[in-house]
């Protein structure tokens, strides 16, 4: 037994030493038997989270808690006045040109490729080709919809990073990541919980601007399962939140073609066995200061009805018993049926227009009530909210430059630990809201030697003007300006976004 075990171990050192030779730090990539790690270093979301330095799964709420806590489509936030809501968001968010730019943080410079003047259908190319992009783009965009104690969120996450490989070749990465989640609300709505999916599809195309010619190299797609929940105790001034996201790991490489400009030796690109994004864990606590309830308790104005829809329902089942009763009385007697329903119909649809009339009053002035009482509440807050997410392994990865470079720097070879905090307030109370943020940046490089790095957030919301855009939203709506600025070590980003001001 004790040869066999030690026959079985040389074997398999036989097979895996090869591919961890090649995958030396600083060698050129010499193998398919590789990763990428889709790892996530800079915060990139909408706005808000950015401003708070990605401190937000305790907070979950609004569409922009989608990306950051799977129960987030489930909180009703003050403003949220009827059974069936809904909320839209919009943002996009590209770092500045620096000269030492390190957007990885890989501890050596991101070679950025300059802007694309290879115009394809693709989103980012329309995105960078308006905004003057280069080399890197990131648009989120995110939907909710509520029907009382149940919230359905989808989000949308499309990166894009363009790496030089020569004057006039550059490699192509995109990815989306898609969040499909379902939420429902316990307990008088003072405990959220989510389910959903994180799906991953990353394409990467190699363009020439020379010959304008653009081709596709692969293209991989693969699942995963988040789950997460939200406290909110009701008038307390605390939240805690958390979520959990599988890791999701999809095939890559088309084996019959795991080499690319094969006959070019200083070209070859080796592609990877697998595309993965690793899982992660987000624990955050979030307490605010101030007379500003936090918490107030959110009444579904279908309970506040309910007894009133249930005395007009009783009236309107009582007029057909009483059109029954009348006619059959009127044949009985050998009476003028027909000329009997027309009178009874005249008289009974008055009555169900003056009921229809007092359910639209009632609910107007439930409504009216509603906004009255929140337009009441005191302005000031003072929001501190922290969060500490831990991320998991990628065995035998590189990451995403280290795989456009054809260089090997090894990632996601240790658990990282990203310790964040923010704070948020009306600076001018029902215009302008101000938020900063911290949060430390891992690097996922064992070989980068300038190690984890500190970023500083900026965030605002900007009040403008009401609109229902042509009547899809509710009377009173309000449209916000956000923006976002991120610095760091050899990082600078910065994105704006326009939403519903609460």
Known sequence: MRVLRGALVALGAFWVAPAVAQLRDGATITTSRYTIDLYQG?????????????????????????????????????????????????????????????????????????????????????????????????????????IGRWG?????????????????????????????????AFADHQLMVGIGTRSVTMSVQNQNVSDAQQRTLFSTTGAGFETGFLWRPNEQHFRIGGAFRTAVTSRATDSAAPILYQDDPDNQ?????????????????????????????????EDELARLKRFLRWRELERERRRRFELARTELEQGDVQAAARALDVELGTEALLDEGTLERAELRLDQETRRKNLAQARFRMLVTTSLVITGLVPDAVGVESFLDRTVQRSGQRISLSPRI?????????????????????????????????????????????????????????????????????????????????
Do not use: C, M
């Open 42 to 146: 800079p915060v990139l979301a909408g706005t808000r989270v950015i401003g708070l330095g990605g401190a937000f799964v305790a907070i979950g709420e609004g569409v922009d808690g989608n990306s950051q806590n799977p129960a987030a489509p489930a909180v009703r936030t003050p403003e949220s006045n009827s059974h069936i809501d809904y909320d839209l968001g919009f943002g996009l968010t590209f770092p500045a040109t620096l000269k030492n730019s390190d957007f990885f943080n890989s501890g050596r410079r991101t070679n950025l490729a300059s802007t694309s003047q290879t115009p394809t259908n693709s989103i980012f190319d329309q995105a960078r080709a308006t905004l003057s992009l280069s080399g890197f783009a990131f648009l989120n965009a995110e939907a909710n919809a509520q």
């Open 269 to 301: 690109l080796y592609l990877p066995q697998h595309v993965s994004l690793p899982w992660d864990l987000n624990l955050g606590f979030a307490v605010q200061l101030g007379p500003r309830p936090f918490n107030p308790r959110w009444v579904d104005p």
């Open 152 to 184: 359905f969120g989808l989000t949308a996450d499309l990166q894009e990073y363009s790496l030089s490989r020569t004057t006039s070749d550059r490699l192509l990465a995109q990815i989306a990541v898609v969040h499909a989640q379902l939420a429902h």
């Open 422 to 502: 923010g704070v948020e307030t009306e600076t001018v109370p029902g215009w302008l809201t101000l938020r900063s943020g911290s949060y430390i940046e891992p690097s996922r490089f064992l070989s980068g030697n300038e190690g984890a790095r500190v970023h500083l957030t900026l965030g605002l919301d900007q009040r403008l003007f009401p609109w229902r855009v042509f009547g899809l939203w509710p009377e009173g709506n309000i449209w916000r300006a956000s923006g976002s600025l991120d610095a760091a070590r050899n990082y600078f980003g910065w994105g704006v976004a326009i939403g519903i001001w609460h």
